[in-house]
Nanobody, 126 residues
Framework: QMQLVESGGGLVQAGGSLRLSCVASGRTFSSYAMNWFRQPPGKERELVAA????????WYTESVKGRFTISRDNAKNTVLLQMNSLNPEDTAVYYC???????????????????WGQGTQVTVSS
């Protein structure tokens, strides 16, 4: 069993930065591919960034490339999402998701993932 707890969300002006953290309980964190999703108001959840269990492979959705960076520290059971140059279109609830036993995934089906965090709100004002 694993629990994921996100933090770091908040209200920021356009052009600002936030760093989201997702801390996992359990001792097998390095066996999970970790991803960040977001759900803007009134829209479907979308995959934002993905990282392999070693951290050597990453992927970003086109709209955040060059602005967001995903990373992980397996010793601290943590995955981060550094978000720079934020704009109002980035406003959403951000979730981390874990898939056990998979090196890397870009699967967008929520049911595919083993665990989900509770989400953290990011609001970008113009």
């Amino acid at each position: 069993q694993m629990q994921l707890v996100e933090s770091g969300g908040g209200l920021v002006q356009a052009g600002g930065s936030l760093r989201l953290s997702c801390v996992a309980s359990g001792r097998t964190f390095s066996s999970y591919a970790m991803n960040w999703f977001r759900q803007p108001p009134g829209k479907e959840r979308e995959l934002v960034a993905a990282i392999s269990w070693s951290g050597s492979t990453t992927w970003y959705t086109e709209s955040v490339k060059g602005r967001f960076t995903i990373s992980r520290d397996n010793a601290k059971n943590t995955v981060l999402l550094q978000m720079n140059s934020l704009n109002p279109e980035d406003t959403a609830v951000y979730y981390c998701a874990a898939k056990f036993g998979t090196y890397f995934t870009r699967n967008t089906d929520a049911k595919y993932y083993t665990y989900w965090g509770q989400g953290t709100q990011v609001t970008v004002s113009s």
